[in-house]
């Protein structure tokens, strides 16, 4: 009987065959890995532009006093000064980069009553991560600051309410923070206009007593 040594032909496909399943499966595990830690650092990334933003946000809308003087699509600018522009993939606060990975960007303005309201659409991505945000920031107290250096737009075509000698108006006159807003201000006959500017209250119309001196002798 003899005693054969030595690799066959077949063990040696086998071996071959194993190493090579064993080399394919640690590349799909190290791919795999490397896959998850770059999505991890987007996610990362994606995240930390949007807190920027939304940072900047809450400091304009949460500063009293600090109104929004316009909205368009892609600009919303405050009574601060600061204007906030999509363009370019990027959120800019006048100059200066604020946030990155801006895919898209929709600005708009609603008011309630003595509050405006910012809604904002927001679609941030890097690599395979998109983030979706919806948000609104509410902007308290409009309707207190429109006294003082505030720009009042005349509703219509007359430019100044009628007065008496007395400064209170001879008809009712509406007047609007800006031209696209909601809101109104009613100066009823009677009033006097000037109360906006003052910041003072008036109950009612006010009536001037003349009297008529007599001298004796």
């Known amino acids: 009987m003899k005693n054969n040594k030595g690799i066959t032909l077949i063990s040696l496909m086998m071996y071959i065959i194993g190493m090579v399943a064993i080399a394919a499966i ?24 949007f807190n920027k933003f939304d940072t900047k946000m809450v ?14 699509t892609n600009t919303i600018k405050f009574k601060s000064g600061n204007t906030y522009t999509f363009q370019d993939n990027r959120i800019y606060q006048n100059e200066i980069v604020v946030s990155d990975y801006v895919k898209d960007f929709i600005a708009k303005l609603e008011t309630d009553g003595s509050k405006q309201i910012l809604k904002i659409y927001i679609l941030f991505g890097k690599g395979q991560i998109e983030v979706v945000k919806n948000l609104s920031y509410v902007v308290e107290g409009v309707e207190t600051e429109l006294g003082g250096s505030a720009t009042m737009v005349v509703q219509g075509s007359k430019p100044m309410p009628k007065v008496d000698e007395d400064g209170l108006a001879t008809e009712n006159f509406v007047i609007k923070p800006d031209a696209s807003s909601d809101l109104q201000i009613v100066i009823p006959v009677g009033f006097a206009p000037a109360i906006l500017a003052t910041g003072t209250t008036q109950s009612g119309p006010r009536t001037r007593w003349k009297c008529k001196r007599n001298n004796a002798g």
């Open 26 to 49: 640690i590349s799909v595990a190290v791919s795999f890995y490397n896959k998850n830690v770059l999505t991890m650092n987007d996610t990362s990334d994606v995240n930390m532009e």
């Open 59 to 72: 400091l304009e809308t949460k500063t009293a006093g600090n109104q929004i003087e316009s909205v368009t």
